[in-house]
């Protein structure tokens, strides 16, 4: 084969025509073929035609060639594309490896926002998303009274329950519970503590769900002796080694043996995660003309294709009945259908929007950061890129090249962003109340970490972008003139510190509001002393302890063993624990006083019943008369006290000592109030103090008031952690079946009210914190950057005659051009948005002018102190080398 | 055997043509003579649908061509099997060789 002129090769190079190339080839054919037949002996012409009949349709032959080409040529590029990619993560791979420093600042950076941002979407995924774990949880509510006072989530009388459920058609099925309450375990090992439900064999059946072993109770059940129960997973796994067995055990609560029948599915947890057992209530038992204890929790679900609005005017409809029927008891009483999921996050979807502002404002800081960071890594190698682009890369194959190398970059920050969210959601959890709704269903799931790599993907691409796209048009000529680029980069990189300075003023502004109220809440008035305080609750069985003898007989021995403990300076007891948020309240009549209410008794006000020694022991001062003291006890005459509170509502002026009150209505039994106290915070710290009565202890067996805690009084300064595991031993001398329900210091009981808060303010300060560390590092290197961009110009001016002083003050006022920004900026967004802190806040504006002004000025000091190093590294510069350079 | 030639089926002009390149490098119509010659006359292959058969060939790397002088010094394209070209044959090859007799096997079964 010989070669072909050179000129027609290159021809052919400068003027591709595939088409004349196929006709030229076919061509050939027939004229070799042609030529054939002319040496086999066929004139010219013949042959001709006859070569070009054999070969058979040519122009059809070209279009399927051309076809071939070009769907093979996409099928190519495709395939090239893709080899690129690979080539173009090869090379992003290298250019992290080349500056690991750069490669790790960013990653950290954005992580940290990462991190936060998954750690509270994994709660708002847990808490606000996720289905609860019932059969078509859509159609749950739970169906409250609403009392005249105001109340809509009032419990429902057994009367009302069982009218409900026979009248409603909007439900198909309805369930009732009451409240979940403490019972004491005893008969194997120790004594131990556990939470039960008693709830109707519907409540089951309307949350449709079956147990994992055994069966649940049935209204047949009701029959037998009617004591019958389903335990918890959990219980079943820890307290009986998840014995398969245990089906019709006996269990034995507070002294009554009880049947079980069940064990629950995993998961199970209604109404919360606190509850172990669920015991049989059967509807029999309920007294249908019961419409005064208002003490059930009512669970219904509602018809295929009802709403819960009908489902509600149905509701009022039949309550509208009801009111009617049972005037007496029913005036003014209404209604309230509730979705179940909404009714049990409505108390802490405010929590959960301000954690999620928090984490998005840190996530907005860390992206900021990452910006500038990547900004300055390309404005360094736009030397590099323009060479690229002066090889033949396209400016489409730039930015592609650049944004491959964010994706790395996302990956790193997602990956480091899950072990951050994996601490930083531990730390949440173990800081979290015991009593946020659904805490047990927070966790890192695909979905959330689905999310995190969206996120990651999303802001890193946002904040790479902007560089990318500044680069490819960056003008090859003055990139390979010169390394710098103008001015141009200035405005983003300024822009960028503007937002980071911005969030951080934000989340610093809530933190601060935050913690302020905390210093307010740490200077409220007790009215007593919590320091020092030990409660220690227990629940004394009544089958052991029937009468009040028996009772009064245990406090007593109980009182003086504490009493004459070592290191224990006083000891007494009460019928509620301090922080305890709903004590009993009992209403009560005054002696020769009108109520305005038709039952002739004063609106209901928490009632102590208190051992001997109770005021002298807490600390709360008596102001008039005497304080209940060993007098008071069995057949003596009955006494009361009141509280300033009370004593200034209901008597004004007048003197309540001698006057007498009485629990059950007008006619008595009478109790002479014996003398005033001072007021407490005993509920919440953050609740203005209530008016209260007090009884002594030993002087009736109070039914309704089966909970007791001893109180004692520690001095000073004495760890009480080492009394109280003495304390529990005592405990168990006194009675091996007793279980302690709690034992904590005062203290540490009201902060458990304060978790939800506490929660805010740790998470919400930690982000402002990480913040407010990201936004001064941000501020320090783009001030660097700019320094070191300027040098040339500074070098001019110091040349000119400005002075050291000068050239600082310029560097600082561009500084505090952006901090001054960024505060006006943040501080429109704050005044705007800490509204949502409302509920978190104690005596505290969500616009405190303090809160706002010191942030402002923590923020300026920070940013200009981060400024400094490099504008005195400003005036280091020698005018003549920068000038030359 | 049949007196009327064998037409050829799509693929198989496709493994045909890469079979006659482990020859040499030929032009289009020298692939042709030879796949004619080789069969003695009993295939009936169209000269066009030759064509497309090399472009195909060609897109997917199991050929190449240039353009060269032919013998009697006319501008011609000539095809070279490549090391893509040769492994895919022998694969090919392979699978023909399985398909003829599986083939005939169900053929030649007892009705």
């Keep these: 084969m010989s070669r072909e002129p050179l000129w027609r090769r290159y021809a052919r190079f400068f003027r591709p025509d595939p088409r004349a190339d196929i006709d030229e080839e076919m061509q050939f054919h027939i004229d070799e073929r042609a030529r054939e037949l002319v040496t086999a002996g066929l004139d010219p012409r013949a042959a001709a035609a006859k070569a070009r009949e054999e070969f058979g349709n040519a122009a059809a032959a070209r279009v399927a060639c051309e076809a071939i080409r070009t769907i093979e040529t996409t099928r190519v590029t495709r395939v090239r594309a893709w080899t690129d990619i690979g080539q173009d993560i090869r090379y992003a791979l290298r250019s992290v490896a080349r500056r690991p420093a750069h490669a790790v600042l960013v990653t950290i950076t954005l992580a940290l926002g990462l991190g936060a941002t998954t750690a509270i979407l994994s709660v708002v995924n847990g808490v606000l998303l996720r289905p609860l774990p019932y059969e078509a949880p859509e159609r749950l509510a739970w169906v409250y009274e609403w009392s005249p006072g105001g109340d809509d989530h009032n419990p429902v009388s057994p009367g009302n329950y069982m009218d409900w459920k026979a009248r409603t058609r909007s439900f198909v099925a309805m369930g009732a519970h009451y409240h979940p309450y403490d019972v004491t375990l005893t008969g194997s090992g120790e004594p131990d503590r556990l939470v039960v439900t008693d709830a109707t064999p519907s409540l089951m059946t309307v949350l449709g769900v079956s147990p994992s072993l055994g069966r649940l109770f049935t209204a047949s059940d009701a029959s037998g002796d009617g004591q019958v129960l389903v335990i918890s997973h959990a219980l079943w796994k820890t307290r009986f080694g998840a014995d398969p067995g245990i089906l019709s055990q006996r269990l034995v609560l507070d002294g009554q043996p009880w049947t079980i029948l069940g064990v629950m599915p995993e998961g199970f947890a209604y109404p919360d995660a606190t509850v172990n057992i669920w015991r ?497 590092i941000g501020l320090y290197g783009v001030m660097t950057t700019t320094v070191a961009e300027r040098q040339r110009e500074i070098g001019i001016r110091m040349a000119l005659g400005a002075g050291r002083g000068g050239v600082l003050a310029m560097v600082l006022s561009q500084a505090g051009q952006l901090i001054l920004g960024g505060i006006a900026v943040g501080t429109i967004v704050a005044a705007a948005s800490t509204k949502l802190l409302t509920t978190m806040l104690y005596q505290t504006s969500p616009v405190d002018p303090l809160t706002f002004v010191a942030v402002a000025a923590l923020l300026a000091v920070a940013g200009l102190g981060a400024a400094l190093l490099p504008a005195r590294r400003a005036t280091t510069i020698d005018p003549m080398s920068a000038i030359r350079e | 055997m049949a007196s009327q030639p064998l037409s050829v089926l799509q693929g198989t002009l496709d493994l045909l043509v890469l079979r006659a390149l482990t020859w040499d490098t030929m032009h289009g119509y020298a692939i042709m003579r030879w796949i004619r010659q080789t069969a003695d006359g009993e295939l009936e292959v169209e000269d066009a649908a030759l064509y497309p058969s090399l472009h195909r060939l060609e897109m997917r790397g199991l050929i190449e061509a240039e353009w060269g002088l032919s013998e009697n010094n006319r501008r011609a394209r000539f095809y070279k099997i490549t090391a893509a070209g040769r492994r895919a044959l022998r694969a090919e090859h392979e699978s023909w060789r399985r398909y003829v007799k599986v083939v005939a096997r169900v053929m030649e079964s007892e009705a």
């Design chain 1, 280 to 776: 049989l209530q059967s509807e029999s038992a309920f007294k249908p003309d019961d419409r005064r204890s208002h003490n059930l929790a009512v669970v219904g679900r509602i018809r295929d294709g009802a709403t819960f609005a009908q489902a509600q005017t149905e509701m009022d409809a039949i309550t509208t009945q009801l009111v009617t029927e049972y005037p007496q008891f029913m005036k003014d009483w209404r209604v309230n259908v509730t979705p179940m999921h909404a009714d049990i996050v409505a108390p802490v979807r405010s929590l959960i929007v301000i954690l999620l502002a928090g984490a998005t404002l840190l996530l907005v800081v860390a992206c900021g950061n990452a910006g500038n960071l990547l900004l300055t890594r390309a404005i360094a190698r736009s030397r590099e890129i323009a060479v690229r682009g002066a090889l033949g890369a396209g400016g489409y194959r730039i930015i592609r090249q650049l944004l491959v190398e964010c994706l790395v970059l996302a990956m790193l920050a997602a990956l480091a962003g899950v072990a951050v969210a994996f601490v930083a959601l531990r730390a949440l959890l173990a800081l979290a109340p015991e009593d946020l709704p659904r805490l047990e269903q927070i966790r890192l799931d695909p979905v959330v970490l689905g999310w995190t790599v969206i996120i990651a993907i999303v802001s890193t691409v946002l904040v790479g972008l902007a560089p990318a796209l500044r680069l490819a048009r960056v003008d090859l000529q003055s990139a390979l003139r010169s390394s710098t680029t103008g001015d141009r980069h200035g405005r983003l990189r300024g822009g960028l510190v503007i937002m980071e300075v911005a969030a951080s003023l934000v989340m610093l502004v809530g933190a601060g509001l935050l913690v302020r109220s905390f210093e307010r809440l740490r200077r409220v008035d007790f009215g007593y002393e919590p320091g020092g305080l030990l409660a220690v609750s227990f629940n004394l069985p009544r089958t052991r302890y029937p009468d009040a003898p028996a009772q009064f007989d245990f406090y007593r021995r109980l009182q003086e063993r504490l009493g004459s403990f070592p290191g224990v300076t006083a000891a007494t007891g009460s019928s509620d624990s301090p922080g305890d948020t709903h004590p009993m309240t009992f209403s009560f009549a005054i002696q020769g006083k009108v109520s305005p209410n038709p039952s002739g008794r004063f609106d209901p006000v928490p009632m102590h019943a208190v051992m001997p020694g109770y005021f002298s022991t807490m600390g709360i001062p008596l102001l008039r008369g005497r304080a209940i003291d060993s007098r008071d006890v069995g057949d003596a005459p009955a006494v009361a006290m009141v509280n300033q509170a009370l004593a200034k509502q209901l008597w004004s002026a007048e003197d309540p000592v001698g006057s007498h009150i009485a629990f059950a209505g007008p006619e008595g039994p009478w109790f002479e109030v014996v003398g005033i106290v001072g007021d407490t915070r005993m509920e919440a710290v953050d609740a203005e103090p209530r008016p209260t009565l007090y009884t002594p202890w030993l002087q009736k067996s109070w039914r309704w008031l089966s909970w007791q805690t001893a109180l004692i009084r520690l001095p000073n300064g004495v760890d009480p952690s080492g009394t109280a595991a003495s304390v529990r031993r005592l405990v168990t001398e006194l009675d091996p079946d007793l279980a302690i329900l709690h034992l904590a210091t005062a203290e540490d009981l009201y902060a458990e009210g304060q978790a939800r808060r506490r929660l805010a303010a740790v998470l919400l300060g930690g982000f402002a914190v990480t913040a407010l560390v990201l936004g001064i």
